[in-house]
């Protein structure tokens, strides 16, 4: 199994900064890609942005140019930097990562999520 731990999340007033960070563990052989998702209340969980091990990133329209995701691969461990954070923004981040275990076989992995809160 692969783990995901999150950390970072908070509360934070619109305009203002946030990073979070996962790292992940266990019984991993590679990871292929790692991103995070969000979830607001009531809403289906979206992606926000992704990041292959080449350094290749994905971002959602609503975060382009505000949002900025990043990996060390030596550590398994990706990073979301938030800029000009709105409130609705607000919502669990979730951190993904798509890996093979040392069995070679693969599949999506999902953290627990971290809450980030945007006051108006």
């Known amino acids: 199994q692969v783990q995901l731990v999150e950390s970072g999340g908070g509360l934070v007033q619109a305009g203002g900064s946030l990073r979070v960070s996962c790292a992940a563990s266990?019984?991993?052989?590679?990871?292929?890609?790692m991103g995070w998702y969000r979830q607001a209340l009531g809403k289906e969980r979206e992606l926000v942005a992704t990041?292959?091990?080449?350094?290749?990133?994905n971002y959602a329209d609503s975060v382009k140019g505000r949002f900025t995701i990043s990996r060390n691969n030596a550590k398994d461990t990706v990073y979301l930097q938030m800029d000009s954070l709105k409130p609705e923004d607000t919502a669990v981040y979730y951190c993904n990562a798509f890996a093979y275990s040392r069995s070679y076989t693969s599949k999506d992995y999902w953290g627990q999520g971290t809450q980030v809160t945007v006051s108006s």
């Open positions: 990041i292959t091990s080449g350094g290749a990133t």
């Open positions: 266990g019984n991993i052989f590679r990871i292929i890609r």
